[in-house]
């Protein structure tokens, strides 16, 4: 009867040493990724947050020169005002691109005639880089020749004739619409993709109950689609705070400095500029900003909890 325990303890002891083995090895293989990770954002970070303590042109050594930089970003009024620029379009670019893409994604998730086609057409614009799609424009809005002013002199539509990449009252509003027009159709794929997640099991439900495809909408698909709100307006935010490549190719930042948001200041400081300890400060600013941001979005609505949209189902 005492051979019980020695048995079993005999044969327990092996296996312990082999369970810690084999986690040894599982972590091997997040090596790589981490290696990834930490040279491609942490790094870069780092190198970031260094240099804005530092005066540098690119070519000459690196100097440090302490809190210099934060208190000339603390007295520049051009990024300050370009500050004010980025966070009017943050706020513009979510009031417009949530509500649209989110009735585009529920359209698109449902089973409506030529709903594949209508979906793969407006989806176009997503697909074509932002430089491409800023030179476009600039092209169609030039004052010289332009497709749209072509349009307001030749079928009747002069509004249309208004100078929307020239006057600073126009083209912040313009530039916003080019930004929603590009990113509204990527939204709206996290939409649709959020509907057909929802258990069709309550939809027959409510419609047993007689509630009407409207009422379907207010009280089951938008509650259920809290937690893809959240993602969506999270990648909107961060994506609206960095935009670069399409206004600088569209505006360059100008008129004067009317379209000059703090991503395309940081790159006019650093490449023009040749200030990369300033432009550095910018940066570390800007991805403050995006992480604060972000932080607060989600302790708010409570996407950190994490639970299910089914749950309940």
Avoid at 165 to 180: E, M, N, Y
């Amino acid at each position: 009867m005492t051979t019980g325990p020695a048995v079993g303890a005999a044969v327990a002891a092996p296996t312990r040493p082999r369970r810690r083995r084999f986690a040894w090895w599982a972590g091997l293989f997040l090596l790589p990724s981490s290696l990834l990770f930490a040279g491609l954002v942490l790094l870069p970070i780092v190198v970031a947050v260094v240099l804005s303590f530092c005066s540098w042109d690119g070519t000459t050594a690196v100097r440090f020169i302490g809190t210099a930089n934060w208190q000339r970003f603390l007295g520049d009024g051009d990024a300050l005002a370009a500050l004010q620029r980025t966070g009017l379009l943050v706020v513009l670019c979510w009031l417009i691109q949530e509500p649209i893409a989110l009735a585009l994604g529920v359209y698109a998730a449902g089973r409506q005639r030529h709903r594949a086609l209508l979906s793969a057409v407006y989806f176009l614009p997503a697909l074509v880089s932002s430089a491409a799609l800023g030179v476009l424009w600039s092209q169609l809005l030039s004052p010289v020749n332009g497709g749209v002013q072509y349009a307001s002199q030749h079928f009747g539509l002069p509004f249309l004739g208004q100078s929307w990449l020239g006057s600073p009252h126009l083209v912040l509003g313009t530039v916003t619409v080019l930004v929603c027009w590009q990113f509204i159709p990527f939204h709206s794929l996290i939409f649709q993709a959020g509907v057909k997640q929802i258990p069709r099991s309550l939809y027959e439900a409510a419609a047993i109950d007689g509630l009407t495809p409207w009422q379907q909408l207010i009280h089951i698909t938008l509650p259920m689609l809290r937690h893809t709100l959240v993602t969506s307006s999270t990648l909107n935010i961060v994506g609206s705070l960095t935009v670069f490549d399409l206004i600088y190719t569209l505006t360059g930042g100008g008129p004067g400095q009317s379209t000059r948001v703090l991503a395309l200041a940081q790159y006019l400081e650093g490449f023009q500029s040749f200030s990369f300890g300033y432009a550095s400060v910018l940066a570390v600013v800007l991805g403050v900003l995006a992480v604060v941001v972000s932080l607060i979005l989600v302790r708010v609505t409570g996407f950190g909890e994490m639970r299910s949209e089914a749950e309940g189902a």
